[in-house]
């Protein structure tokens, strides 16, 4: 098959996050079988964009803000072009659509193509009432709708979506994200080091700042421990900093700034525990990130898959306090036998639920039901 994927933006610092790596992750496993594929999205950087995202063709033009909003105005004029090109030959087209100008180009791009296409919303398509958000989907919902399918990752995504889209819309189906198993994961190393890892947006959802008060909690308890902040600076960077001076933490918490995702995944191969604070997180690939590189995790209830890793004994769920984050982190820190528990029952995770593989023999049935359907 010729499978075009779109995605808002692909960045140096990965700032647009998880529909990104997605997209990448399926593409590559995709190309692997034999697909013809190409992504097609914006991109931001300190240098101009690569000609390939790992094995991906990476079709892009540079991001321009044309309307307000961190990701819903950026747009390139020639970007329509380049979609109506690269999906001329395409049998199926996947777009990764949020509220924003790229996505709502796509969409229509592939209606007035007439050519059968899935949505994957990754948790962004919630119930809006303002004025704005109402007038953006007398556009975006109808084409919404014109979809194959609409990929969700959770019952709660799935409530949201089929809130928005209303009765008598494109079937909706789940299909967790994927990660590439990688057994071994570097689990000497991080005995070796005692390094607990941020890494996330700062973005007020994700709660850095809840990061950086259990780490004075378990500086206090454990003097010889370090942490390490990584992400792009999305409003919380002077919270952070403030309250690593008020408690005292310089030397022991420190930014190191946005990674690309090669450095991102030899940062949780050295980390000895990933704690992600952030609250009503869909599915975060952080998270699914961190356990293929056989790091324990440390997240919050409100997580999308914390009942499913709870339940594998595959992470540790907190109620997102510092104090419960604390006493967590503690217990992987002092205890070998537990954090090899958890780094086993991480691997056994990726590879029976999370695993790529998994993900897109599900994802090329989807594209197949597409191809072959009248509608």
């Known amino acids: 098959m010729r499978v075009v994927h779109v995605v808002t933006l692909v960045s140096d610092d990965g700032a647009y996050g998880g529909p990104t790596s997605v997209a990448a992750g399926h593409l590559e496993e995709c190309a692997a079988r034999g697909h013809e594929v190409t992504l097609v999205s914006l991109w931001r950087g300190r240098s101009s964009a690569p000609k390939r995202l790992g094995s991906v063709p990476l079709r892009t033009r ?7 909003g961190r990701f819903t105005g950026l ?78 990752l959770t019952e709660h995504e799935r409530r949201a979506v089929a809130e928005v889209i209303g009765a008598g819309g494109p079937p909706l189906m789940t299909l967790p994200n994927g990660v590439c198993p990688e057994p071994g994961g570097g689990a ?26 259990m780490a004075a909690l378990v500086h206090r308890r454990m003097p010889d421990a370090r942490f390490t902040v990584h992400g792009a600076d999305e409003g919380m960077l002077p919270t952070v900093r403030r309250l690593i001076a008020a408690h005292g933490l310089q030397g022991i918490v420190s930014y190191g700034g946005a990674l690309q995702h090669p450095e991102a995944v030899r940062a949780y191969a050295r980390a000895a525990v990933y704690v992600l604070p952030s609250v009503d997180e869909p599915f975060p690939m952080t998270v699914m990130e961190a356990l293929s590189a056989g790091t324990p995790v440390v997240c919050t209830d409100s997580c999308g898959i914390a009942n499913e890793l709870a339940g594998r004994g595959a992470a540790l769920v907190t ?26 029952a991480g691997h056994r995770a990726v590879r029976e639920a999370f695993s790529i593989h998994a993900v897109t023999d599900r994802l090329e049935a989807i594209y197949r039901g597409a191809c072959h359907s009248r509608d």
């Open 62 to 68: 540079p991001a321009r803000s044309l309307l307000p």
């Open 75 to 152: 747009m390139h004029p020639l970007l329509v072009r380049d979609l109506w090109v690269s999906m001329g030959r395409a049998d199926v087209v996947h777009v990764h659509a949020g509220r924003d100008l790229v996505s709502l180009a796509a969409l229509a791009v592939a209606a007035l193509r007439r050519k059968k296409f899935v949505a994957q919303t990754h948790g962004m398509l919630q119930p809006r009432h303002a004025a704005v958000a109402r007038l953006f989907d007398r556009l975006y919902v109808p084409l919404l709708r014109r979809a194959h399918g609409c990929l969700v």
């Open 188 to 213: 000497e190393h991080s005995r070796r080091h005692r390094e607990v890892l941020f890494l996330a947006r700062l973005h007020p959802r994700k709660r850095p700042e809840a990061f950086v008060e």
């Open 319 to 344: 109620d997102g306090s510092p104090e419960e984050l604390a006493d967590a982190v503690c217990s992987v820190l002092a205890d070998d036998a537990k954090r090899d528990a958890l780094v086993a």
